[in-house]
């Protein structure tokens, strides 16, 4: 029997304190450093019933729950990808979790790899809208009329102001572009590249989309930055590869871990 999400937020609340969540984080490959940070506690997804094995490798697989520059944070340190089951919404249930312990922000972290040649490996990037390449859906089978979500702001533009003022302060250039879906695990052709360059995205990457459906779908403003891992192919002579995703990661991994903590503190994670 799976537990009910009210369950899981339960179980979640004894072990971390009963205290409502402000902000909920996705960290992506390479990026769960953030978490160590956190005055909380974890707790192993196994622990709770139908959240995704994370089998990626450069993933955790835990929730954090804690304060993060005096911020009541929820991370999900390690993130369940389509590729890995074919399911779209392998995110549901831990973001329905983090909905039902309060969050009503969602910051996702990925990484990525660039089209453009202003924005490279090392880059952050703040998504300023995506294209769902992958034509797949996390709510296709949801019954209710909800499942008609507006996208027109998906990426919430007071959050994004919010993110450039934070990179701004810390002196990080964060500039705005579109994220392009694609399901993965292969990498893009660099004939896919230029399709999607002609179709006006700025990066791609193999996460994020389905989750800021589903978070509009709960509700939760958006804001999700990428760590440019790579060009994207036949774009330079760079290797593009799992590892080489790794590697580069860290990279823009501390500068996105003060933009992400310049927020919390400056805007009490509001914004
Ligand atoms: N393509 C897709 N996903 C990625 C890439 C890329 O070039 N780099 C990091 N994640």
Do not use: C
Request: charged content about 20%; aromatic content about 4%; cysteine-free.
């Amino acid at each position: 029997m799976t537990a009910s999400i009210e369950e899981l937020a339960a179980r979640v609340r004894a072990r971390a304190g009963a205290e409502p969540v402000a902000v909920g984080l996705i960290l992506g490959s390479g990026l769960g450093h953030v978490a160590a940070g956190v005055d909380g506690v974890a707790i192993g997804y196994e622990d709770l019933p139908g959240f995704p094995h994370a089998g990626v490798s450069g993933h955790r697989a835990e929730l954090v729950v804690g304060a993060l520059e005096g911020v009541r944070v929820a991370i999900l340190s390690g993130r369940a990808h389509y590729y890995e089951t074919g399911d779209p919404a392998a995110m549901r249930r831990p973001l329905e979790v983090l909905a039902a312990l309060g969050a009503d922000r969602l910051v996702l972290t990925n990484a990525a790899g660039s089209l453009r040649g202003d924005i490279r490996t090392g880059d952050l990037m703040l998504l300023s809208d995506h294209i769902n390449f992958s034509g797949l859906n996390p709510l296709i089978g949801e019954p209710s009329d909800r499942r008609f979500v507006p996208m027109g702001e998906a990426h919430d533009p007071r959050l994004r102001a919010a993110m450039r003022a934070a990179a701004a302060a810390e002196q990080v250039a964060l500039p705005e572009g579109v994220y392009a879906w694609y399901s993965g695990p292969s990498f893009e052709t660099p004939a896919e590249i230029r399709a999607i360059r002609t179709l006006g995205a700025d990066a791609v990457g193999m996460s994020t989309v389905p989750e800021v459906i589903l978070a509009r779908f709960l509700g939760l403003r958006v804001a999700a930055i990428s760590t440019i891992t790579n060009m994207a192919a036949g774009l330079s002579d760079e290797a593009i590869s799992h590892e080489h995703t790794k590697a580069m990661a860290p990279l823009g991994a501390a500068k996105l871990e003060r933009v992400l903590r310049r927020w919390l503190r400056e805007t009490g994670g509001r914004g």
